[in-house]
């Protein structure tokens, strides 16, 4: 056996059909089929007296073939082997479906090995498809046997001997990616082991150790990796800055920034001051002031004569940053405009020509400033807002209006650095942890449908206050059935017009309106155009109703705490006190646990932790861009203390050695290179 990469058709036993069966599971070569892990274990060392057995448990019987095998054809063309077994204690009844061979295989007063679900009752018990093995000759049983996530086609069988051969086959070839300073410092067993352990573990104690190395070697690889793909950034240049006196910026501000504001503004200033393009997420819960880094940013880039773009995800939002940093910039004599799909046809030329012969510092807008006919003089910075990453298609269209321009990202998704740092994959992270002082706690109840009554009540009053409140309808549809978001929300809000809030203005937001339609009924409640909002979730976005100071959210176990978070952000941007009602009609303990951290703390890191803590981070990797290397075996849920761990051994590995030239690091740096040479398209 060469090397490997080499094709698992050479593996003795598996062959051309069996390989074509492995490719359906993404396993071309030895490497893909030795690193293709278990999805769990079954302990199968014991065997048990098929009287002890209950209804539903996977088990192995040792137990004597009592009768002849029988063969049926059923319906189907299928046929059935049927043949009963005993031991000491009890009967049971086997059936074999599709494997006429048994009819001939299987001899009465023989011993054999049976393992399978048990079925039936008190009275008979009965096993459908055992595995069926021979004492002294067992393979699927008889030990602790890795179960694996399969596909049509192939079986546990099949894969358990390949992935058994593949082992053999390769035991001398695996040397340990991971430096040995590093696997000594971290107590990680060597590959070999680890490899051998998580396919065919010698005891829990091996697997434990065998599981925590791969997860550290995974995690550390990608650390690694990612962390390149950051240095080769460097290789480019960016638009040039030069340094600039910041307090210039700050002194001419209506209040003191905070200090997490002026370290993201720091961070930022240092990526553009270095000569290559700034590529930096800038997070911070709602409400922390990321349009103040935002801003100081834009100035910052006009010092040295670029121009910035501000791209927001709706019309409505872009006019909000339009409205807020318009007069805020002017004031040091920067010129902003705003450019929507919405602009009419003589604006839309002026701002374009403003844009080319570089009079305008500042554009926002919509995804409109990508398009074909906008030219800038000199970009040299683009901000994108509420928008977890650009798409690969629009980096493309921007690579057109400016070279390496530097970007930064801003988003109101709290999730730790550390996670942040592998779902934004390539962005360096700056975190903004603190808000500006006098921020009111939104005081947050979590309660059922008895308090129905009193809520209503409580709406009135704020109305009746000159409030605004916002109501997240249900999206409840029939059993199993994907509910129809314009109905359902429609059928609410017409309850609440009719039957509940006969005299009260109820406007309707859903996400099946037409941007414009959306646009509208946004901006005319903004304006104070109604009194109650009834939304799906399109709300989440950050737009800014400063007067709304309640927001009831119904079946809020339907919602994860961060969406939650994001939701209740809504509110509380005003002077007054502000409410978040939180709606469930039979909690369950586990809501309750869940609602009950939502009226406990406003911060969002902390919120995100827990919901990291109950959910585990599927939900932020649902959103994120993909192009990553997919985890294997790491887990963000139980293993973030791993991921800190590989983290910080990573980059302390990069600081000594920056090339990965070092003798040590060489399989290391193989490794990452294969690892993203896959994925690198998404990450470039
Ligand atoms: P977000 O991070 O959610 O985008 P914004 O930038 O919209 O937050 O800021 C929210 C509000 O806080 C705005 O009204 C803004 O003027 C105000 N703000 C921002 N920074 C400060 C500060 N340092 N001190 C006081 N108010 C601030
Ligand atoms: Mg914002």
Known sequence: MADLNTDVRYIRGVGE???????????????????????????????????????????????????????????????????????????????????????????????????????????????????????????????????????????????????????????????????????????????GFAYENIHFPRSPEALDLARRRLVFEELFLLTCGLQRLRCRRRDVSGPACHGADMEKFYGKLPFPLTGAQKRAIGEAVADMVSGRPMNRLCQGDVGSGKTMVAAACVWFAAQSGWQSALMAPTEILARQHYESLGPLLGKFGLRCALLTGSARAKERRDILAGLASGEIDLCIGTHALLTADVTYQRLGLVITDEQHRFGVDQRAALGQKAENPHMLVLSATPIPRTLALIIYGDLDVSVMDELPPGRQKVDTFAVDESYRRRINKFIRKQVAQGHQVFIVCPLVGQEDQIPDERKAAAAYAKKLREEVFPDLRVCLLHGKMKPKEKETVMEAFAAGNGDILVATTVIEVGVDVPNATCMVVENAERFGLSQLHQLRGRVGRGQAKSYCILLSEHPSEETKRRLKVMTKTNDGFEISREDLAIRGPGDFFGQRQHGLPALKIADLSCDMRLLDEAQAAARDWLAADPELSAPESRELRQRIETLFAVNAEGLN
Do not use: W
């Open 17 to 191: 059909t069996r390989a074509r069966a492995l490719q359906k599971l993404g396993i071309f070569t030895l490497r893909d089929l030795i690193g293709y892990f278990p999805r769990r274990y079954e302990d199968r060392t014991l065997t048990r007296p098929i009287r002890e057995l209950a209804v539903g448990e996977t088990v192995c019987v040792r137990a004597m073939l009592a009768s002849d095998p029988t063969a049926h054809r059923i319906s189907g063309g299928r046929t059935v082997v049927k043949a009963r077994a005993v031991d000491e204690s009890e009967a049971l009844e086997l059936t074999f479906f599709n494997q006429e061979y048994r009819k001939n295989s299987l001899h009465r007063g023989d011993t054999y090995i049976f393992c399978g679900k048990v079925e039936g009752n008190l009275l008979v018990r009965r096993m459908t498809n055992p595995i069926v093995e021979t004492e002294g000759r067992q393979t699927l049983t008889g030990r602790v046997v890795p179960i694996y996530p399969l596909t049509a086609g192939v079986s546990q069988g099949l894969l358990y001997k390949a992935v058994e051969q593949g082992l053999a086959e390769c035991r001398h070839l695996l040397s340990d990616c991971l430096p040995d300073s590093v696997r000594q410092a971290h107590s990680l067993c060597h590959s």
